[in-house]
């Protein structure tokens, strides 16, 4: 039976059939049976158990464990370094050729008489009991016992290290009790039999065996090349020195190793491994493990069942490292470190790579869950429906056919997707935003991958895009067929494909309709519809309703093309004479034009819409002002705009003033009235002139009449009859005009002679003077009067008076007035006497 794998979990392998088997994947572990088995291994960190029978093992990896079993082997290991080989039972041959370095050959009592070839100062002889060494020509003989290994031109070497050699062994046996030792010879054999034993060794070359029981057992720092072997139990171990190798034996283990150069085998039982040295070998064994490395140049193993393998995390790194979970439904961790090989063996398992550059995550058997966030990763699910996450660039993953149906999140530009050798085929399609890749039976889906501009797949596509010789088609199909036209485009660049419908994206789009073949339909992604706005604008002074189409396209509702509307517009209404259109808006037909725009212009709109506005209308005002002495009556008209009945039009009334009344010859408007056709002229308007109104209208007024008296006034000893006129208007009959009279006085009559006027009065003509205003002289009256009096008339008498001796007979007047005749005057007669 032949194995020849680049992807072959060996932990299968092993009938007892003789089988030929190459591997190429580090960290395989290759297990055969008992025939004559060939074994060729190229890779790094392999651990290789030919079993029994005449075996043929070719090795050119480094970090490499070789166990010939039983039976006379031949192994060949070359081109190589940290390799150790374990001949095993019966004669051996051993080739080290090539640039073979720093190897080491085991050897114990009773595995016969092996030849090594190539042996140089660099690799180590390991001998794990007594011996003694003889020269034998160029060669030299390492006796053990009643075997022997030889050496092939050793004798011209400067040095030859069996410095690993157990040389005078002491051999210390424990009892079956609970033991507590502690050891410091080098050399020593420690057999702890039953018990749960404490052993504490700081000494080297000792081999330790814990037996029966819970053990703990701890090798120091300076215990170098030492074996520790658990044996049966829950045992505990924990190491510090170099270049150990540890067996946990059965039951549940746990073991904690510090140093480089270490071989760990946990044994069965659910164990739980600890390591942050380098250059170490750990295997699980049966039982769900615990393995934690924190290390570089390490091989893990879990071995069957449920395992937890955890390699680095933190700050720590831990590079060159291969993580084997084997069988079982595993759960690995890899964790800041570089160049790590994962497998996840058979089963559901979990892998997680946090900040691992440059790892290879393969799931192997099973549907498997696989995390990963770092750059620079190859990640493979292997067969089963496996779930893969990642947010790493630069990520590579790998699908072979028969792989199952694998979903992967995160899949970006600078992922690839390989097909098999990368030359595998398969046809893709995008749904809802997936990229869907089948590869015959077998589909990937990449998540949101249909949302990239490009999807990088290494395989041959069954059926691909290309455009048309002309340029303005995409074709789908192959060289022999075409399955699909989308005509229209120009480019291939997104277009995608499933179950008849066919994707178009906006970006090949040409500024044309699309169509597509029959039987398929169409949908886009990324497109902007054609929209329409309507929208007003200022042109002069015209106000235009504008609708505007910016280029868009529309899929058919039976989704069999795509139209493309060109950008366009068009002139829906115009409104004339404005000067903005901000604020201008239309209801139905009816457009409304604001206060704000409206231009002191008639405005017009289209044929088929009316007009509103808020705009103020003209309005008209009377009111009297005064201009000089002059008031006038003025109908002021403010500017304004007035709506057409009809709404066609609104009409502009500029400002406008116009005299309807003048009323000359006043002082102040104030007061002034119209009622009617009549004007009232208040007297406080009034300004001692005459006051006329304008044709057509009449005056009416309140002010003072002018008004007459007359009276006797004395002025020395003349009594005048005075005519007094006090100022006044006077309305003239016909209204058209007020008149005015000033103030003035008239003498009518005067009396002459007179000391008073009191009681002087007028009877028509005839001036009645009082006896009290008679002066005692001649009165007189203006011509055309006459006076009458009630003075009392002079009397005269005679009478006979002595005077001495004298008898005189004299007459005697006494004073008083005589009205004459013609009543003109009144004469004055003195008192007077005479002497007759």
Do not use: C
């Not at 831990?318 to 439904?329: C, E, H, I, M, P």
């Not at 329409?532 to 910016?550: H, I, K, M, P, R």
Request: charged share 15%.
């Amino acid at each position: 039976m032949s194995y020849i794998n680049n992807n072959f979990n060996m932990d299968t392998a092993g009938d007892d059939s003789s089988e030929f088997i190459e591997n190429t994947v580090s960290g395989e572990t290759i297990q055969t049976g008992s025939n004559d088995d060939t074994i060729k291994n190229t890779a790094n960190n392999v651990s290789i158990n030919s079993g029994a029978g005449k075996d043929s093992i070719s090795n050119s990896g480094s970090h490499v464990t070789i166990n010939g079993g039983s039976g006379n082997n031949i192994i060949l290991s070359y081109d190589d370094e940290d390799v150790v080989i374990i001949g095993g039972a019966d004669n051996d041959v051993i080739s080290l050729n090539g640039g073979a370095k720093n190897n080491s050959v085991y050897y114990s009592a009773g595995d016969g008489n092996d030849t090594v070839y190539g042996f140089d100062t660099n690799d180590d002889l390991v001998i794990d009991s007594s011996y003694s060494t003889q020269v034998s020509g160029s060669d030299l003989l390492v006796n053990v016992g009643t075997g022997s290994i030889k050496l092939v031109g050793a004798t011209s070497l400067s040095t030859v290290k069996i410095n690993k050699t157990l040389v005078n062994p002491v051999f210390i046996t424990l009892t079956e009790a609970a033991d507590t030792y502690v050891n410091e010879l080098n050399n020593a054999t420690i057999e702890a039999l039953g018990g749960s034993d404490n052993i504490d060794n700081s000494g080297s070359y000792v081999l330790i065996n814990g037996g029966a029981g819970h053990d703990y057992i701890k090798n120091t720092e300076e215990a170098t090349w030492a074996t520790l072997n658990g044996g049966a139990g829950n045992d505990y171990i924990d190491n510090y020195g170099s270049n150990v190798i540890i067996d946990g034996g059965s039951d549940n283990d746990s073991i904690y190793t510090y140093a480089a150069n270490v071989t760990v085998d946990a044994g069965s039982g659910n164990d739980y491994v600890y390591n942050t040295g380098s250059k170490v070998s750990i295997t699980g064994g049966e039982g769900k493990d615990t393995l934690k490395s924190y290390g570089a140049n390490v091989f893990i193993s879990g071995g069957a069942g449920d395992d937890s393998i955890s390699n680095g995390g933190g700050t720590t790194e831990s590079s060159n490292v291969t993580l084997d979970a084997g069988a079982g439904n595993d759960t690995i961790y890899n964790g800041w470190n570089t160049d790590v090989s994962v497998n996840g063996g058979a089963g559901n398992d979990s892998i997680s790579n946090v900040n691992g550059k440059y790892a290879t995550l393969s799931g192997g058997a099973g549907s498997d869950t696989i995390v990963n966030n770092s750059a620079d990763v190859t990640i493979e699910g292997g067969t089963g429906d496996d779930s893969i996450s990642s947010t790493g660039n630069n990520v590579v993953f790998v699908y072979s056919q028969g792989d199952g149906s694998d979903t992967i999140e995160g899949f970006n530009s600078y992922s690839t997707l390989q097909i098999g050798d990368g030359m595998g085929i398969y046809s893709k399609e995008i749904v809802n935003n997936d990229v869907i890749v089948t590869v015959e039976n077998g589909t990937i889906t990449l998540k949101n991958a249909g949302k990239l501009s490009k999807v990088n797949i290494a395989g041959t596509e069954k059926y691909n895009w290309s455009m048309n010789s002309a340029g303005t088609a995409a074709v789908y199909g192959n060289a022999q067929e075409t399955l699909i036209t989308v005509s229209g485009v120009k480019s291939i660049s997104g277009i995608s494909i499933r179950d008849k419908i066919v994707t178009v994206p906006a970006s090949v789009l040409n500024a044309k309709n699309v169509t597509v073949s029959d039987g398929y339909t169409l949908t886009t992604s990324g497109i902007s519809a054609p929209s329409t706005t309507n929208a007003w604008s200022l042109s002069g002074t015209n106000a235009n309703y504008v609708q505007t189409t910016t280029a868009g396209y529309t899929l058919s509702s039976d989704g069999k093309s795509i139209s493309y509307t060109p950008n366009s517009s068009k002139t829906l209404i115009t409104v004339a004479g404005v000067k903005s259109a901000n604020g201008i808006s239309l209801n139905g037909k009816i457009v409304n034009v604001p206060a704000a725009v409206l231009n002191g212009t008639n405005v017009t709109v289209s044929d088929g819409y009316t007009l509103s506005t808020d705009g103020a209308k003209p309005s008209t005002t009377k009111a009297w002002s005064l201009n000089g002495t002059n008031a006038n009556y003025v109908q002021t008209t403010s500017a304004g705009y007035t709506l057409a009945s009809d709404g066609k039009s609104i009409s502009y009334t500029p400002n406008s003033s116009k005299t309807l009344i003048t009323v000359a010859g006043v002082k102040s408007a104030n007061g002034i009235s119209l009622n009617g056709k009549i004007v009232n002229v208040p007297a406080a308007a009034l300004n001692g002139t005459k006051v006329t109104v304008s044709d057509g209208y009449t005056l009416s007024t309140d002010g003072a009449k002018p008004s007459t008296t007359n009276a006797w006034s004395l002025s020395g000893t003349n009594a005048n009859y005075v005519q007094t006129t006090t100022a006044g208007y006077t309305l003239a009959s016909d209204g058209k005009s007020i008149s005015y009279t000033p103030n003035s006085s008239k003498t009518l009559v005067t009396v002459a002679g007179v000391k008073s006027v009191s009681g002087i009065s007028l009877s028509g003509k005839v001036v009645n003077i009082p006896a009290s205003v008679l002066n005692g002289t001649k009165v007189t009256v203006s011509d055309g009067y006459t006076l009458s009096t009630s003075g009392t008339a002079p009397s005269t008498k005679n009478a006979w008076s002595l005077s001495g001796t004298n008898a005189n007979y004299v007459q005697t007047t006494t004073a008083g007035y005589t009205l004459s005749s013609d009543g003109k005057s009144i004469s004055y007669t003195p008192n007077s006497s005479k002497t007759l």
